[in-house]
């Protein structure tokens, strides 16, 4: 039970990686806000965590909306008293287009989610925790954060390398005021958004497998462990990290 009595918010919570450590926290015994733009799979995610012997409840939040995710935290507030833990996760890889052919909307759409989502998410969560004494909070950026990917994928790329500066921002300025900021950067991990690489024809399973030295695809329960400990007082010396989640794709 590594999150015992904390209350925690995920966005991208109803699919994927967001789903798939909010069930992880829920078995953790953390109390959950989950944010989302898609309602139905953010109900069923809160469903499924209640289930699981935990207080959830599902707020509709576009992360690129401030009044959107000032309401998702004040919620946080609101029902369980405070915010302990946040992963900032939601997240769009965008159309797939060379970069010489790459449009501005684009650019703009996956920055937008991508990046000032995160941001904006990091601006509300801060001033809640500051008020309620510290917390942690892991923001998802991607192996595409850390190294180039040629996959048509450059607003994508930028975008994640973007969220690992941000975290060390937000990690140095309030170091000293309890409140730890990491980011973690996974792998290739069969999700919605994996799906639609697959359909999309950037990649096979077969060859998706094979860019991880472990031969394999990760799961989002995999990355869901990884942000509770990230989260949780067991990580308590850890902050302004950009932690691979990855099979070994980026050791070589
Ligand atoms: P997914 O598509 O299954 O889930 C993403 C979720 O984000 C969806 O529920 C979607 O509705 C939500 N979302 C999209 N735009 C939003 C917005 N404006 N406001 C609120 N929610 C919004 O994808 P996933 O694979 O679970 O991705 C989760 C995160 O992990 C993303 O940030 C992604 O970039 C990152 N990531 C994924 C992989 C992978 O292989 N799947 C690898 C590296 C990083």
Redesign the pocket.
């Known amino acids: 039970m590594l999150l015992e009595g904390k209350v925690a918010i995920i966005?991208?919570?109803?699919?994927?990686?967001?789903r798939g450590a909010a069930m992880v926290f829920a078995r953790h015994g953390a109390r959950l806000v989950l944010?989302?733009?898609?309602e139905a799979?953010g109900e069923e995610t809160a469903k499924a965590a209640t289930e699981a012997g935990t207080e959830a409840l599902f707020v509709r939040?576009?992360?690129?909306s401030a009044s959107d995710v000032e309401a998702m935290v004040r919620t946080a507030m609101d029902r369980f008293g405070g915010l302990d833990c946040a992963f900032n996760?939601?997240?769009?890889?965008g159309a797939q287009q060379p970069l010489a052919e790459s449009t501005e909307d684009t650019w703009d759409q996956v920055n937008a989610?991508?990046l000032k989502?995160v941001w904006l998410c990091l601006r509300s969560e801060v001033a809640l925790m500051l008020r309620s004494g510290g917390g942690a909070i892991v923001n998802?950026s991607?192996?595409?954060g850390l190294v180039g990917i040629p996959f048509g994928l450059s607003a994508y790329t930028a975008s994640?390398h973007g969220v690992i500066g941000l975290t060390k921002a937000a990690a140095l300025e309030y170091a000293t005021a309890g409140i730890r900021v990491n980011a973690i950067c996974?792998?290739?991990?069969r999700?919605?958004?994996?799906d639609r690489a697959l359909s999309a024809g950037i990649v096979t399973v077969e060859q998706a497998a094979a860019l991880q030295p472990v031969n394999r695809l990760g799961t989002?329960e995999e990355v869901g462990q990884t942000v509770a400990w990230l989260c949780s007082d067991e990580s308590s010396f850890i902050t302004g990290h950009a932690m691979a989640v990855d099979g070994g794709y980026v050791a070589r």
């Open positions: 966005t991208g919570a109803a699919s994927g990686i967001g944010g989302d733009i898609d799979g939040t576009d992360v690129t996760n939601a997240g769009i890889e989610v991508n989502g998802t991607s192996v595409a994640k996974p792998g290739g991990i999700t919605a958004m994996f989002p």
